[in-house]
């Protein structure tokens, strides 16, 4: 089920009520994934839900604990997730998540060592392109292909080498959860 209204509209209460009747008509709750857009939606959603159908579910069998539905932002699930198979990809399961001064500081390492000069791109400005490509699913074997100007050239290639140094620190930044998930 997918609801878009706007704010106040009761978005929360139809999707919970869902969620609920599912729960109570059979569907096992570790089997309901729910995606929302704030970790407030999140954390309200789960209160309803306990409220609803109660905190003492009986647990499967040969299950210590009883199931809950996944629901979280888009973020947090991808974070789940990854923590789960991260070793797959070349990550720790405890990978860090880098913070907009963690992207700043590597983006100024990378663009040092090209040889950039600030003048022709900042490192806010990199980070940019780079989280535009990384929206679009465009890795970053892929950047040079679709970079027009000069500035997008020179990210295109700072791109390889801005992966590389985060993933050798055992970090992801923000827009790699949706990307290394996909």
């Known amino acids: 089920m997918l609801v878009l209204a706007g704010a106040g509209s009761g978005k929360t209460r139809v999707v919970t009520f869902r969620i609920a009747n599912l729960i109570r008509h059979g569907t096992r709750a570790d089997r309901i994934l729910a995606v929302t857009f704030t970790n407030k939606a999140a954390k309200e959603m789960r209160e309803r839900i306990t409220k609803m159908i109660g905190p003492k579910r009986r647990p499967p069998r040969g299950a210590t604990a009883p199931p809950a539905p996944v629901i979280g932002t888009f973020h947090s699930n991808c974070v789940q997730i990854l923590r789960r198979h991260a070793r797959k990809l070349g990550y720790p399961e405890r990978f860090a998540i880098y913070d907009r001064s963690d992207q700043e500081s590597t983006a100024r390492e990378v663009l040092r060592q090209l040889r950039v000069h600030t003048g022709m791109l900042k490192p806010a400005e990199f980070l940019s392109h780079v989280s535009r490509w990384k929206n679009a699913g465009v890795r970053f074997d892929q950047a040079h292909e679709l970079a027009r100007t000069d ?18 620190c055992g970090a992801m930044d923000f827009d790699d959860l949706l990307l290394s998930t996909e």
Do not use: M
């Open 151 to 168: 500035a997008e050239h020179v990210a295109a290639s700072g791109y390889r080498r801005y992966q590389q140094a985060i993933k050798l």
